[in-house]
T-cell receptor
Framework: DTAVSQTPKYLVTQMGNDKSIKCEQN?????MYWYKQDSKKFLKIMFS???????INETVPNRFSPKSPDKAHLNLHINSLELGDSAVYFC?????????????FGPGTRLTVT | AQSVAQPEDQVNVAEGNPLTVKCTYS??????LFWYVQYPNRGLQFLLK??????LVKGSYGFEAEFNKSQTSFHLKKPSALVSDSALYFC???????????FGKGNQVVVIP
């Protein structure tokens, strides 16, 4: 019973390509997130959706576009990939309304741009 | 804006000894504080949280943390470290009414057999 799942786990692609990462959660949470973890393991929030509405949109190049078709799914599309986009991308979810607040993370997608 | 400082890059401890990982935070208003652990090539796993109430909170795998408002700290502790506790530990904070979570840089914990 995977709580937060991401596909693919590994993604190797060339500069200039467009790619997508998918995320699904089966926890019934109303909020989902995308994080980027760089080579130094530093974690940075990129986007957050609450009930399919964008609520956090950090300073991220507009080549990155999130999309939430429903509150259980949050996808990340990246256009014109660059070398600096190489990182591990984590999806997470949380349910704030019940007072739990903690975020549950997926296994990550390791993106390598060559 | 909220922020977290984890002053040490790496914490080395002998198996069976007490383990402490330090965290201080900065936030406007009441903090919500969290600890996560990351094993190699894995996602982050939630360990414990402080929202309100008792300053000493207990979490998974025998870990606990103490919220100290005057020192703005939330140090993670375990009385007796195991080799399997070797991992990367993250402290995180969010402020009341804001679901933006700010992470520290992480502490690598190495438990020596």
């Amino acid at each position: 019973d995977t709580a937060v799942s991401q596909t693919p786990k590994y993604l190797v692609t060339q500069m200039g390509n467009d790619k997508s990462i998918k995320c699904e959660q089966n926890l019934g949470h109303d909020t989902m997130y995308w994080y980027k973890q760089d080579s130094k393991k530093f974690l940075k929030i990129m986007f957050s959706y609450n009930n399919k509405e964008l609520i956090i949109n950090e300073t991220v190049p507009n080549r990155f576009s999130p999309k939430s078709p429903d509150k259980a799914h949050l996808n990340l599309h990246i256009n014109s990939l660059e070398l600096g986009d190489s990182a591990v991308y984590f999806c997470a979810s949380s349910q704030d309304g019940t007072g739990t607040y903690e975020q549950y993370f997926g296994p990550g997608t390791r993106l390598t741009v060559t | 804006a909220q922020s977290v400082a984890q002053p040490e890059d790496q914490v080395n401890v002998a198996e069976g000894n007490p383990l402490t990982v330090k965290c201080t935070y900065s936030v406007s208003g009441n903090p919500y504080l969290f600890w996560y652990v990351q094993y190699p090539n894995r996602g982050l796993q939630f360990l414990l949280k402080y929202i309100t109430g008792d300053n000493l909170v207990k979490g998974s795998y025998g870990f606990e943390a103490e919220f100290n408002k005057s020192q703005t700290s939330f140090h993670l502790k375990k009385p007796s470290a195991l080799v399997s506790d070797s991992a990367l530990y993250f402290c995180a904070v969010r402020q009341y009414g804001n679901n933006r979570l700010a992470f520290g840089k992480g502490n690598q914990v190495v438990v020596i057999p």
